[in-house]
């Protein structure tokens, strides 16, 4: 190996030894995330909350970076089951905020421009840690751009900050469950903070 070379492999092996560190502080000590206690899951987001907002800003996507500052729709994340049976909690921008929170079961329209943006946490019981898992998004169009999905974009940001890449008809054939929330499963009634 040229020096270069050397001296290039040693700085990504450092990259790498850092964030595996970094990990590792994120300590989950059960087999099942469905396991997981509300204390439990509390300790984990606190050891990964900044660090997951700085990952999926990293590619500049606009709602990766902002979403923070948004309404945020439950008392701390959960485990649903769907997502990968990933840690999720829901923030909603102004424009989603004030419908979403009523949590309605039916007649539920949301208005054009209303986003959900929902963060994740990977659970890993084989090597029992926690790290940050992709930012899953919804965002509503006028009415009639979207007629397949009921003008919703689904949207995804990898922890490196590049959006994922999928089909739309694979996150709406599952959110189409929910047709009369207006698509929207709503977190965990558990943790659901309505206003
Ligand atoms: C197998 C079913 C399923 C699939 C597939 C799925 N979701 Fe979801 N989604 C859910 C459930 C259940 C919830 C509510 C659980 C929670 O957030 O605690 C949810 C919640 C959401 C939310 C928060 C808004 C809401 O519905 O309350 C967003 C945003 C979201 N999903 C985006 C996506 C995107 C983007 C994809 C595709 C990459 C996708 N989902 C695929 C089941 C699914």
């Known amino acids: 190996m040229n020096r270069q ?28 995330p469905f396991d997981l206690d509300a204390a439990a899951i509390e300790e984990i987001y606190s050891c990964l909350k900044d660090e ?26 959960a485990v649903a089951g769907a997502h990968g049976n990933r840690l999720l909690q829901t923030f909603a921008n102004d424009l989603a905020a004030e419908e979403y929170l009523k949590f309605a079961e039916e007649g539920v329209s949301m208005p054009a421009g209303a986003v959900l943006a929902k963060e994740s946490i990977s659970i890993s ?5 926690a790290r940050t898992g992709p930012l899953f998004i ?22 490196n900050g590049k959006p994922m ?3 739309q ?7 189409v469950s929910w047709e009369a ?12 903070l309505s206003n």
């Open 181 to 192: 929330q207006d698509m929207l499963a709503y977190p965990l009634e558990e943790v659901r």
């Open 138 to 159: 919804m965002t509503k169009g006028e009415a009639g751009s979207a007629p397949e999905t009921g003008d919703w974009v689904y949207a995804g940001v990898q922890p």
């Open 52 to 77: 997951m907002a700085e990952k999926y800003a990293q590619g500049g996507d606009e709602v990766a970076s902002n979403y923070r500052d948004w309404t945020v729709t439950s008392t701390r994340p």
């Open 165 to 167: 890449k999928f089909k």
């Open 5 to 32: 070379l050397f001296a290039a492999a040693t700085l990504m092996a450092s990259m790498t030894f850092g964030q595996a560190a970094f990990a590792a502080d994120c300590k989950v000590d059960v087999e099942d």
């Open 125 to 129: 019981t084989k090597k029992q840690t």
């Open 169 to 175: 008809s694979f996150c709406h054939d599952c959110h």
